[in-house]
């Protein structure tokens, strides 16, 4: 007999998805946002959300703290910083990713979407802009 199956298989088995899944969330928390498929974003929102809960809970206690894994070692200690820096600034009790619906994909018709955190750490990004428009113009100076 044929049971119904929860979400999206999104064409891969078992453990395929959920390292799909894993990638997908470590592009958000890296660049705050990501372009891909509807039907991943529709997945993705609440793997995302679970993780970034878990995160507020973890605060507090590290073996909570600890539930939250990567793909790789050393990626991750700076992943799971940026995620609680991103649970520290949203004061809210979920929603945190917000879907937009984005024009289909040229070469097979898909449909687009983005994903982002509705609170995002705009700190960092800041200095960042700063830092590339210091070496901009440091590299104009040399040319001089």
């Not at 990626?75 to 009790?93: G, V, Y």
Request: aromatic share 4%; hydrophobic share 35%.
């Amino acid at each position: 007999m044929n049971k119904r199956t929860k979400g999206r298989s999104l064409g891969r088995e078992r453990d395929q998805k959920r390292a799909l899944l894993r990638t997908l969330l470590v592009g958000l928390i890296s660049n705050n946002k990501i372009i891909t498929t509807l039907a991943k974003a529709k997945e993705l929102k609440p793997f995302a959300e679970r993780k970034l809960t878990l995160a507020k809970r973890g605060l507090d206690d590290q073996k909570k703290a600890s539930k939250i894994r990567f793909l790789k070692k050393d990626l991750s200690i700076d992943l799971i910083e940026k995620l609680f820096e991103i649970a520290k600034i949203s004061n809210r009790k979920g929603g945190y990713t917000r879907i937009v619906k984005l024009m289909n994909r040229k070469s097979d018709a898909s449909k687009m979407a983005m994903i982002e955190w509705v609170d995002k750490p705009e700190i960092k990004e800041t200095k960042k802009k700063e830092k590339f428009n210091q070496d901009k113009e440091e590299k104009a100076n040399k040319k001089n």
